[in-house]
């Protein structure tokens, strides 16, 4: 009598995309949800921050992205188990990938600044921030804007969701769509008030520059380095105006 192989049941089917566009919209209604519930937690058992007219503290930022994170992470498992649908991950990937991206956000950056600077336009984002507070915690300042936000919000809007959105699909449109999709609410997601509206066109060019290079390459690795580059400039400049703003 031949032994008998028992079968390996097939994984479940994907999803369908209209299922899971419904799916990304409801983790995102959730994840903000319970990071304003964390947040609200937060301010109400803690120390109102001092000096608030000058603008916040530094630990305000420290907290505020600790709790994002939380708040974005712990619902993403949920997703991709009812999406059954997979996601870009850390893939190695020739260097000079990772060197296009950062020179694509590079060249970006320099036009806009040009640009901005002959239409006398200063964008302020972080403008809510104490920038004497942010001196003295440079250090840490750097590691957390250009290490850890990078990392978490390239793995949520172009790991995860895009990921999502583009699981078994092979039409140019939709990959598209999904692409513009997730750009959208990369770029909503920096809206901090009137102030910052000036530098929401430069965010969504170099979120179009981040999907485009995770699809191009389908790692998050080239995505992640443009975008810590990115920051690390942003701070650069942020500690220039401010100690400039000390110094008179």
Same mark, same amino acid.
């Given at each position: 009598?031949? !032994?008998?192989?028992?079968?390996?049941?097939?994984?479940?089917?994907?999803?369908? #995309?209209?299922?899971?566009?419904?799916?990304?919209? *409801?983790?995102?209604?959730?994840?903000?949800?319970?990071? %304003?519930?964390?947040?609200?937690?937060?301010?109400?058992?803690?120390?109102? +921050?001092?000096?608030?007219?000058? $603008?916040?503290? @530094?630990?305000?930022?420290? !907290?505020?992205?600790?709790? %994002?994170?939380? $708040?974005?992470?712990?619902?993403?498992?949920?997703? #991709?188990?009812?999406?059954?649908?997979?996601?870009?991950?850390?893939?190695?990937?020739?260097?000079?990938?990772?060197?296009?991206?950062?020179?694509?956000?590079?060249?970006?950056?320099?036009?806009?600044?040009?640009?901005?600077?002959? *239409?006398?336009?200063? +964008? %302020?984002?972080? $403008?809510?921030?104490?920038?004497?507070?942010?001196? &003295? !915690?440079?250090?840490?300042? /750097?590691?957390?804007?250009? /290490?850890?936000?990078?990392?978490?919000?390239?793995?949520?809007?172009?790991?995860?969701?895009?990921? /999502?959105?583009?699981?078994? /699909?092979?039409?140019?449109?939709?990959?598209? *769509?999904?692409?513009? @999709?997730?750009?959208?609410?990369?770029?909503?997601?920096?809206?901090? $008030?009137?102030?910052?509206?000036?530098?929401? +066109?430069?965010? @969504?060019?170099?979120? *179009?520059?981040?999907?485009?290079?995770?699809? &191009?390459?389908?790692?998050?690795?080239?995505?992640?380095?443009?975008?810590?580059?990115? !920051?690390?400039?942003?701070?650069?400049?942020?500690?220039?105006?401010?100690?400039?703003?000390?110094?008179?």
């Amino acid at each position: 009598m031949e !032994n008998s192989v028992p079968l390996i049941p097939e994984p479940p089917p994907v999803r369908p #995309l209209w299922q899971r566009y419904i799916a990304a919209t *409801l983790y995102l209604i959730v994840s903000f949800l319970l990071t %304003q519930s964390i947040a609200l937690v937060m301010a109400y058992t803690s120390t109102p +921050p001092v000096n608030e007219k000058d $603008g916040l503290p @530094f630990s305000f930022l420290m !907290n505020a992205i600790v709790v %994002q994170m939380v $708040g974005f992470l712990l619902p993403a498992p949920l997703l #991709l188990k009812f999406t059954r649908a997979s996601y870009f991950s850390f893939h190695r990937v020739r260097l000079r990938e990772v060197f296009l991206s950062i020179g694509l956000v590079f060249a970006s950056m320099t036009s806009f600044s040009l640009l901005y600077t002959a *239409l006398g336009i200063e +964008p %302020q984002q972080m $403008g809510f921030l104490n920038g004497e507070d942010i001196l &003295r !915690n440079k250090a840490a300042f /750097v590691v957390i804007t250009s /290490v850890a936000v990078p990392a978490y919000e390239e793995w949520i809007f172009r790991g995860l969701l895009f990921g /999502v959105l583009t699981t078994q /699909v092979t039409k140019p449109s939709q990959i598209i *769509l999904a692409g513009l @999709f997730c750009v959208t609410l990369f770029t909503l997601s920096h809206i901090e $008030g009137k102030h910052s509206l000036s530098a929401l +066109p430069p965010i @969504f060019t170099m979120a *179009l520059i981040f999907q485009y290079m995770t699809w &191009r390459t389908q790692s998050l690795w080239p995505s992640v380095a443009a975008h810590a580059v990115q !920051n690390l400039l942003s701070s650069a400049v942020f500690f220039a105006k401010f100690a400039e703003h000390t110094a008179k």
